[in-house]
């Protein structure tokens, strides 16, 4: 008794399903780092202290924080929008001038990444099926 077996191997097929799952892991590693900047800014009518994520009086600050993916480059793009929070999101983050005032470094973007780089290779483990 004897079978003959031919392998058939559809790279293009692959290619599109590397393609997929790494963008769908993208999409939710964007999200969530969004998710902790978000949760990093506390309400209040007081300001935060230097070195601490700001404090936001009517909450602006949370929902200006967006992202958004590229497909073809496969990169995200996270942060405050400046068509909602206008320039105040990069003087918080880096500190600087905003309104004449100086602001000092307030960074709540670079330690939302920070805290969420140890669980990014889990979102892209088993993205290709």
């Known amino acids: 008794m004897g079978t003959k077996c031919k ?4 790279g293009e097929k692959v290619k599109r399903r ?8 993208l999409n939710h590693a964007a999200a969530a780092i ?3 900047a978000r949760r990093s800014i506390r309400r209040s009518k007081r300001e935060s202290a230097p070195g601490t994520p700001p404090n936001t009086r009517r909450g602006l600050m949370k929902r ?8 073809l480059k496969m990169i995200a793009v996270i942060g ?10 990069k003087a918080h983050e ?15 973007m ?20």
């Open 7 to 10: 392998p058939k191997f559809d």
């Open 18 to 25: 590397v393609a997929s799952g790494s963008f769908k892991s």
């Open 34 to 36: 969004r998710l902790t």
């Open 64 to 71: 200006a924080i967006i992202y958004n993916l590229d497909k």
């Open 80 to 89: 405050p929008a400046y068509s909602i929070a206008g320039k105040s999101g």
């Open 94 to 108: 880096f500190g600087g001038m905003y309104f004449g005032r100086k602001y000092p470094k307030r960074a709540f």
């Open 110 to 129: 670079g330690p939302a990444l920070e805290v969420s780089r140890s669980r990014l290779p889990e979102m892209w483990k088993n993205s290709v099926k």
